[in-house]
């Protein structure tokens, strides 16, 4: 059996940094459409308060699933649930890495990116090597 980590969902997130790529289109019917990158910091936000926001419509799917069990339904009762990451199949162009890598150098300080390089210099040497 895997081990359990429980994590204090009180902690406060600090210059946290979500990067999503996004399409938008002029009007719900509309062919055309741009890709924009949208990036989200979260920053002095409670990990509860995140959690919560990202359950809300599957809370309310369940909430509205237990219609069905009213009747046997007893006050102040504990349901449990499992919430999961879905699979996904995801497919990684070689355009896609390179362009997370660019994000992920620019927002890293100049010491961190002088590392970084270091870091590569390094393995590319080993290729070269062998």
């Known amino acids: 059996m895997a081990e359990t980590t429980k994590t204090d969902t009180n902690v406060i997130l600090h210059n946290v940094v979500r990067i999503t790529a996004v399409s938008v289109k002029p009007d719900g019917d509309s062919k055309v459409s741009k890709k924009v990158n949208v990036r989200t910091t979260i920053d002095n936000v409670p990990l509860n308060a995140l959690i919560a926001d990202a359950l809300r419509t599957d809370n309310i799917r369940f909430q509205r699933d237990l219609r069905k069990r009213f ?6 009762e504990t349901l449990e649930r499992t919430y999961g990451a879905k699979v996904v199949a995801v497919v ?3 355009e896609m890495a390179r362009d997370a890598y660019v994000i992920k150098l620019v927002n890293m300080t100049p010491a961190e990116r002088d590392i970084e390089i270091a870091k590569l210099s390094e393995k590319a040497q080993a290729i070269i090597n062998k």
């Open 71 to 76: 009747d046997t339904l007893k006050v102040g």
């Open 92 to 94: 990684i162009t070689e």
